[in-house]
């Protein structure tokens, strides 16, 4: 498999995975022509898209969905994801932690704990090589813990520096919703998440790093830190530009 962030932050998240037989996005949460404009910058057209795959209803993870979705990009996401939002569309229901075989992907849409109508992570599988992408939640269930002991690769947020949270100008019941279980995930929580389960890990992207909770300093330098045991190829990812391709 090939993954590359085209975004992550609070302005927007989006995800391309690729296989051999299927080219996928984990969220459309940047305008459409920003989404079509990263896609070109890879090599690839829109309409070579199979599908979107919908994590929660919020804005930063849905905003570009209804341009792709008028390209007859196929999207997926939960019941209560679609009812919670104010999406014109028609979407493809998925039922949360039953496996989808998306042409030669396993694409599992996993329970998250988030402040959303009924939030997933994704695990995606393909050839003995797992994937897990998980950018909004407060705190790791089984299901992510298990995905973490086999993933080769993962996106996982690293939202906040519990610190500049605390001192920062938020207002008290933002920062308390920040900080609860579904709320955002911290570097530490991040880096102990890693280091005290990862077996198979090879890759770690960086997300959605707060513009102002947080730094991709510190949020690469207390991450590193904590997993100093382990051998990772940590990839810091950005609000405003992609990463680079990076093969599983």
């Known amino acids: 498999m090939k993954i590359c962030v085209l975004a992550s932050g609070s302005s927007g998240n989006s995800t391309y995975i690729e296989s051999k037989e299927a080219k996928i996005l984990i969220d459309a949460g940047i305008s459409g022509k920003r989404i079509i404009t990263s896609l070109n910058k890879l090599g690839y057209d829109l309409d070579e898209l199979d599908g979107v795959f919908v994590s929660h209803e919020h804005t930063d993870h849905v905003k570009g969905l209804e341009r792709l979705y008028k390209n007859k990009i196929s999207v ?120 005290n389960h990862s077996k198979k890990l090879k890759t770690v992207f960086l997300a959605h790093i707060s513009r102002n909770n947080n730094t991709e300093e510190l949020a690469y330098n207390t991450f590193t830190e904590l997993t100093k045991e382990k051998k990772l190829n940590k990839i810091l990812t950005y609000h405003d530009k992609e990463t680079d391709i990076i093969k599983i």
């Open 76 to 195: 997926f996401m939960n019941r209560e994801t679609f009812l919670s939002s104010n999406l014109t569309l028609n979407p493809n229901f998925f039922i949360n932690d039953k496996t989808i075989d998306f042409r030669d992907l396993k694409i599992t849409p996993q329970s998250v704990i988030h402040d959303a109508a009924d939030p997933v992570g994704f695990k995606i599988e393909n050839n003995g090589s797992t994937i897990g992408v998980y950018t909004d939640f407060g705190k790791a269930n089984q299901a992510i813990i298990d995905t973490v002991k086999e993933a080769q690769a993962l996106v996982l947020e690293t939202n906040h520096d519990i610190d500049m949270l605390l001192n920062g100008r938020y207002p008290y019941h933002l920062k308390q919703r920040i900080l609860s279980d579904k709320g955002h995930l911290s570097n530490i929580d991040a880096g102990l998440l890693v280091n």
